[in-house]
């Protein structure tokens, strides 16, 4: 079973441009959560997905440099990106992350994993922010089956809704069986993705912290808890709201 995690990223975010290749603690915001999703022991393989923009040279010239596996698509029809990056690394199951979540946690990628498999052949998609998000805004975690992506990429004619990859799968349970992994305790009003420059300054001050990319979301839990003024930082953000 080959289990692939895909990380969107590309360099024209409309609010904070160049996020995913800015500094935390000397490695590109990028690199954090590569060798993050890396650490997921259920993954047999992680590669980034970026677009054919010029701009996105950048987002190829550094997976060139580490050796990472890189597929080049559309900007915005994300849906198309994620099929190729399934077809040329030949993936049984999908696992989405995107690039601006540096938080993103090794164990809860491994525990949605996990949640899926043990569910086979019963379940075609499985999250943690189903039925509501339980866990920090940031540690979103996606798995599908390659043949729910590969309906969707068939049948999926919203522009707005390919952009988000798995829409069309989550809107349409008549379809597709969903899974929603939970959390014990509620910590979904922490943010923990970058948009903005507020939340970068949090995710700087955690990794000016630890100096590396290894403690767990328990560590930044009890930091955070140490530090209450540091959540405070982007609590005022606003969610885009998906189409």
């Not at 190829?60 to 099929?83: F, K, Q, T």
């Not at 946690?105 to 569910?119: C, G, N, Q």
């Not at 990859?165 to 008549?174: C, D, N």
């Not at 939340?199 to 979301?217: E, M, N, T, V």
């Amino acid at each position: 079973m080959n289990v692939v995690a895909i990380i969107q990223a590309r360099m024209g975010s409309t609010r904070l441009p160049g996020k995913v290749l800015m500094d935390l603690a000397g490695e590109p915001m990028l690199a954090r959560v590569v060798n993050r999703c890396r650490r997921a022991t259920l993954l047999t393989d992680v590669v980034v997905a970026t677009t054919i923009k010029p701009a996105d040279e950048a987002i190829a010239r550094l997976c060139n440099e580490r050796g990472w596996p890189c597929i080049r698509g559309s900007e915005d029809d994300v849906l198309d990106r994620y099929h190729q990056a399934a077809e040329a690394r030949h993936a049984d199951v999908i696992v989405r992350i995107t690039s601006d979540c540096p938080l993103i946690e090794p164990a809860i990628v491994d525990r949605t994993v996990k949640e899926f498999l043990d569910r086979q052949p019963g379940v075609d998609y499985a999250c943690n922010v189903l039925p509501q998000r339980t866990f920090p805004r940031g540690l979103d975690v996606e798995v599908a089956s390659r043949a729910a992506l590969d309906r969707a990429w068939r049948e999926d004619l919203n522009p707005a809704w390919r952009e988000h990859v798995t829409l069309y799968i989550r809107r349409h349970p008549e379809l597709f069986h969903l899974h929603g992994v939970m959390n014990d305790v509620d910590y979904s009003d922490l943010r923990w993705t970058v948009d903005e420059e507020t939340d970068l300054a949090l995710a700087r001050r955690i990794y000016g912290h630890f100096g590396h990319d290894a403690f767990s979301w328990g560590d930044v839990l009890a930091l955070l808890a140490g530090h209450p003024d540091w959540s405070a930082l982007n609590r005022s953000v606003k969610q885009k709201v998906v189409g």
